[in-house]
């Protein structure tokens, strides 16, 4: 298909594990976004690639979680040592730049037990 | 402050009722804006994109006010399938890296019939 893609959609894995999430956007987006939700809460920004621009990190909540984004397209989200308040549903949005409108994946449900 | 504000609601409303919300934001360099509805359990999706002469698409009106830093949506003839989270959302508004968006927690809204 042609909207952004999300896999595993569902992880559910151990507490202290190593998970790793990934993101495929949509072909020319230059824009690429992860986000967090717990659920009833709103959304939790953790990361954003733009293009060549050095990465916006400032919403990553510890040392353990980290993103990349490989020849400007797809992206993998990696925490290590999971811990159970990690549990949530994690979001990738891409759009064509920064100041257009985002498309969502349909999300990465993580269980830490 | 937060950068985007919203009322969290819930707003309860008969069908057939006209319903507005209001958002604030505090970044005065912002450019874009935009309304984002999310269903139960699922990932938002772009409703429409507000623009400085307000626009609207059906029963959806979208109004941004800059002077006071404010977004609107306008929902006219309320159906039950309105019923969803509204999230106001704003781009950062500094080019590159920081010009990312970003997501009021949202309003719910719950059509009753």
């Known amino acids: 298909g042609a909207g952004v893609s999300q896999s595993p959609s569902n992880k559910v894995t151990e507490k202290g594990k190593d998970v790793e999430l990934r993101c495929d956007p949509i072909?020319?987006?230059?824009?690429l976004y992860w986000y967090r939700q717990s659920l009833g809460q709103g959304l939790e920004f953790l990361i954003y690639f733009q293009g060549n621009s050095a990465p916006d990190k400032s919403g990553l909540p510890s040392d353990r979680f980290s993103a990349e984004r490989t020849g400007g397209s797809v992206s993998t989200l990696t925490i290590q040592r999971t811990q159970q308040e990690d549990s949530a549903v994690y979001l990738c949005?891409?759009?064509?730049?920064?100041?257009?409108?985002?498309?969502f994946g349909p999300g990465t449900r993580l269980t830490v037990l | 402050r937060k950068e985007v504000e919203q009322d969290p609601g819930p707003f309860n409303v008969p069908e057939g009722a006209t319903v507005a919300f209001n958002c604030t934001y505090s970044?005065?360099?912002?450019?874009?804006f935009f309304w984002y509805r999310q269903d139960c359990r699922k990932e938002p999706k772009l409703l429409m994109s507000?623009?400085?002469s307000g626009n609207e698409d059906g029963r959806f009106t979208a109004q941004l006010n800059r002077a006071s830093q404010y977004i609107s949506l306008l929902i006219r003839d309320s159906k039950l399938s309105d019923s969803a989270t509204y999230l106001c959302?704003?781009?950062?508004?500094?080019?590159?890296?920081?010009?990312?968006?970003?997501f009021g927690t949202g309003t719910l809204l719950a059509v009753q019939p």
């Open positions: 959302v704003v781009n950062g508004g500094a080019g590159g890296a920081t010009n990312k968006l970003i």
């Open positions: 949005a891409s759009s064509l730049a920064g100041s257009a409108g985002g498309f």
């Open positions: 507000v623009y400085s």
């Open positions: 072909s020319g987006h230059t824009a």
């Open positions: 970044n005065s360099a912002s450019q874009s």
